[in-house]
Structures are given as C-alpha cells and as structure tokens.
C-alpha cells in the first residue's frame, strides 16, 4: 500500500491518490485506491472529499 499519485494542484484545487485496505469493525478487509480532493476555501480552512475506488475484496468472515 502507498502514495499511487503525491500531491498535484490543479486550478485552485489539490489531489492525492493512495493504495489502502480498508477494516470494518468486524475485521473484513478490502484493498481500495483512496482518493483525497481539496478545494482551499481561504488560508486555514477548505472542503475535502474523500473518495473510495477500486474497491477489491480481500478477506470477509463468515456472517453468524
């Protein structure tokens, strides 16, 4: 898992793409490209989104 993208700018707006496995509070994994947008709305603050893609089955457990 790792940094698939660094940190680019783009018109005013800043992006980053990562590898992940992603855990429930059960254990059941999945591996996911996970990418983060922000879009400054002044210095210290701005809007982020967080977007899950690719989203790949690793492990699940049995339901009980």
């Known amino acids: 898992m790792g940094v698939s993208q660094p940190w680019t700018q783009l018109d005013g707006k800043w992006y980053k793409k990562v590898d992940a496995t ?7 994994e999945q591996d996911a490209t996970v990418e983060i947008h922000i879009a ?3 210095a210290t603050s701005g809007n982020v989104e967080i977007l899950l893609i690719n989203i790949q089955p690793v492990f699940v457990y049995p339901a009980k």
Do not use: D, E, R, T
């Open 22 to 28: 992603i855990v429930n509070a059960f254990g059941a």
């Open 40 to 42: 400054p709305v002044n």
